[in-house]
Each structure stands twice: as C-alpha cells, then as structure tokens.
C-alpha cells in the first residue's frame, strides 16, 4: 500500500455509446444503446441519457427496448472503438511504462514508474491533464481515479464518473469503504454477494468484522483470504504492463512417466482447472489455450489453439486443452504435462458481450434465421427478407450522390439512411431499396477533424479483423524452453 495516490485508473465514459454520439450529431443528448440489436442481442453501453431509463450494459436489448424504447439501438463498431483506443493508451503510456489496459477504454498506470512526483498535488495535475489530453485528442470525456492501490484507483473512477476526478487519500480508505456494498469489491460477482448475503454480510465493513477465518469458511481459502484483504483496503498487486502479463500457465511434473491415456486426460483436465483458477485470481481472460507435453525422451511439445474471443470459463479451456491433446502422441510415456491461456487482451465482458451477440447476429442472418431488422424508420419487418450485415443499424455506409452516413434503420426491403459525418449538423434521413447500388459499406470518420479529412481518416486501425475470421486456428510449436 503505498503513501500517496499514484496509481491512476482512467475509465471512458459510456465509451461506445459516447463515441457514437460523437460520430452522429442527432444523437446527441439523446438515449443510445450499443449492443446486438436483435431478439437474443444484449446490451454492451448505454448512454447516460438512457440509464436515466434503468437501461444497463449486459441487460438483454429486448429488455432494454421495453424500458427505453425510443433510444437509438445500433450496432457495435469495433473499428473505431479501437481507433479513439489506440490514442487514449498512447497518451497513458507517454505518463508511465506501466501501463496496464482492462479493456478498449479502461487502464492502470503507475505514475511513481512514471516519474512522477508521489504527492497529491503532483498527481492530481497529471490526472487533470491527462483529462484534457483525451478531451482534445478524442472528443470524448474519461473519468480518472487516483488512490494507493489498484482496487481503491478503480473504485474512485467510478465515484468520479461522468467526467470526473477522484483522489482517495491513503489512510482514509477504510473509511470510505466502510459503508460500500460488498460487491464494490473486486473479485465479488453476483454469487459470492449472496453466499455472503445468506450470512449477513452486506457491506465492506460488515466483511471486515466477519474476519478472514470466516470468510475462508464461506468462500475456500484462496478467496477468502483474499477477499478479507480487499476489505480492510489492502490491495499490493501491482500495476503489470501488458506485454509482461500475456500468459497464465501450470504445470505439473510426474515422478513415474504416465502412459495411461485416461489418466493423461484427467491430469490435462484438472491443471486446464487450475489454469482458470490462476485466470480468474487475476481478474482476467485469456484468447489462445495453449498445452505444453514433455515426453519420456525430454522432448517437449505444445499445441495452442486460439478461440473467437476471451475467456475464463473452466468448461471452454478444458475442452479445447483435451481437443489438443488429442493431436499429441503419448503413448511412449509423459514427464510433463502444463496447460495455458494465453493472449490476455484483457478484454472485460462489456466487450465479449457486444462481439458475441453481433457474431450470432450474423451467423443467424447467413442461416436465413431469425435476425430481426430495426424497426425504427420502416416498420416491420417483412418475413424472410435476410437483412445484409451491412445494413444493421448505426454502420457505416456511403452513397454515390448524398456522400456519407448511416443505417438509421432496415426492414420491408428498404434501408433507412441518414447522412450527416461528425462534424457536420444534424444531417436528413432518406431511404432507398436494400439492393440500391449507389449505397454501400462505409469506413468510420475520425471523430475529429473536419470535411477535408473526411475520405481519410487521421487514425487508421492497427489491425482488423476479417468478418469472416475462422473460428480457431490451430498451430503447432517446438518449446523453446
Ligand atoms: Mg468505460
């Protein structure tokens, strides 16, 4: 725990639906959802017009239109979620090699690493800066939380949102905390709050009095333990830069070589058990499951398999761990066995969330299924009529004569399209037949700059990728340990 408050949490605010706010002047000040737009879809941000509504991110859409339903639904668009996210994290890492991202729009950084002086005064004006950096490289608005530990950074950006700022001074935090709900806490989902529940504890201070033998009996050891530290305001994990965190792995060393293939599937098994233990102790997920085989001749293998999107689910790391065991001969006799995630892109389920349901979205639509076009500008949807992905609403798209807009909405064979680009007023709606050749697919426009840089966006995406990525690659290496 350190003495002055230098680690810094910047959390975007609302960040996908701010940014398309940002890219449509005639969603400003108005609700807006981005998520899947269709029945199963979920909600991935809503904007603070619509939480107003109770609307709120991994809240099912359907759900969502019944509550707010004249907010604008649209469709995630990564591409320039990781855009405004590129600049936001090159401005964090010119503050500090410390780095570390949760998420598009959500970081640690460690200031000390950074030079930066350890008092309040000092860190405060690198939070009120930093503030304004985002403001005029982005146009969009992220709240900054300034505190001694990761847990206590994390929680004051949140106290400080919308675009805010909150220092939480060492020593005061027990204090604070005190009357927090337990699930304030890092760690704690909906489940372990009611394991706790059941046993009368509510707040942060109420978990602190249960004592740490308590919570060890109520939650195992490992978490417990944990927990009861986070309670008291204890938190000394520190700020990992990412290229140092991509992997978590075990591994397990037998006294007599295994030959049984049943017995080697279970050890596989239970470290991909481990694995996630590990995974899930470090708040993260990983995209690539990786086995690592020593044979009987000290000769080591892995094979690695890389998933659609990240994960911390025991079920998904053990399946594809046995998946790739199955393409290693084992039958000379194993040494060795270690099972890995790797790829922590340290993606939070607001992203998975979004990526998912747009995925099944489109799957849905490549099986003529039952994807529903927005009903917004053309009423409902015509049965059968398979709505083209690009088409979905909120995505980009240009018309030989009208220039750039967006879907506004689809349906009975008609696509509503309004054109107006970032910088411009709030622009008019017109609609055209689906099949019109003068529309098609448009790139995202920067979200600032001006008409001059409208056919060339300033920031280009690092990587993209292919719609149509397969769904896991399998690859094969020599260890070079
Ligand atoms: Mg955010």
């Known amino acids: ?24 002047p005639s969603l ?11 029945p199963r879809g979920v909600v991935a941000t809503a904007s603070y017009e619509a939480r107003v ?24 668009r990564f591409t320039l979620y990781r855009q405004v996210s590129d600049t936001v994290m090159e401005l964090l890492r010119a503050l500090s090699p410390l ?7 959500e970081a640690f950084v460690d200031l000390e690493a950074g030079g930066v002086p350890a008092e309040t005064a000092a860190v405060r004006a690198v939070g009120e800066q930093l503030r304004r950096d985002i403001k005029a490289a982005t146009g969009l608005t992220g709240s900054v939380g300034l505190a001694g530990a ?27 905390l005190g009357p927090m709900p337990v699930r304030t806490l890092p760690g704690v989902g909906p489940a372990t709050a009611e394991t706790l529940r059941r046993a009368g504890i509510h707040t942060v201070a109420e978990t602190a009095e ?5 919570l060890v009996r109520l939650l195992g050891k490992a978490h417990g333990t944990g927990l009861y530290a986070m309670a008291l305001g204890q938190d000394d994990r520190p700020v990992v830069a990412e290229r140092d965190a991509k992997s978590v792995s075990v591994e397990d060393t037998f006294e007599v070589d295994l030959t049984d293939r049943t017995r080697v599937r279970n050890e596989v098994l239970r470290l991909a058990d481990r694995c996630v233990g590990r995974l899930r102790a470090a708040g993260r997920s990983g995209r690539t499951v990786v086995i690592k085989v020593r044979n009987y001749d000290f000769s080591t293998l892995t094979r690695s398999e890389t998933l659609r999107g ?28 270690g099972v890995g995630v790797t790829g922590l892109a340290g993606f939070t389920q607001e992203d998975l969330f979004a990526q998912l349901a747009t995925e099944r979205e489109a799957e849905e639509q490549a099986a003529g299924g039952a994807a529903e076009p927005a009903e917004e500008a053309a009423g409902e949807p015509e049965a059968g009529v398979e709505l083209p992905r690009r088409w979905h609403p909120g995505l980009d798209v240009v018309h030989e004569e009208f220039g750039a807009g967006w879907v506004q909405g689809s349906g009975l064979g008609r696509v509503t399209v309004r054109f107006e680009t970032p910088w411009s007023a709030p622009g008019r709606v017109r609609t055209f037949t ?41 690859g094969e290496e020599i260890s070079r340990r």
């Open 1 to 24: 725990m350190r003495r002055a408050p230098t680690i810094l949490h910047l959390d975007m605010d609302a960040f996908y639906a701010a940014a398309e706010q940002a890219a449509k």
């Open 28 to 38: 400003r000040g108005k609700p807006v959802v981005v998520g899947g737009i269709g």
């Open 210 to 214: 249960a004592g740490e033998a308590e």
């Open 99 to 105: 780095v570390e991202p949760l998420s598009l729009d």
């Open 150 to 176: 990761k847990m206590l950074a994390k929680i004051a950006s949140e106290a400080a949102k919308p675009d805010g700022l909150v220092v939480i001074e060492p020593g005061t935090e027990r204090e604070l």
């Open 434 to 474: 689906v099949d019109d050749p003068a529309l098609r697919p448009g790139e995202p426009l920067p979200l600032l700059g001006g008409p001059d840089q409208s056919s060339a966006p300033a920031i280009r995406p690092k990587s993209v990728s292919p719609a149509g990525e397969a769904e896991s690659e399998a």
């Open 53 to 76: 509504f109770g609307v709120r991110s991994a809240m099912p859409t359907a759900q969502a239109r019944r509550l707010c339903p004249n907010a604008a639904y649209l469709s995630p």
């Open 310 to 337: 990240p994960t911390d689910d025991p079920a998904v790391v053990r399946e594809a761990a046995v998946r790739l065991l199955e393409t290693v001969d084992t039958t000379g006799g194993v040494r060795l066995l």
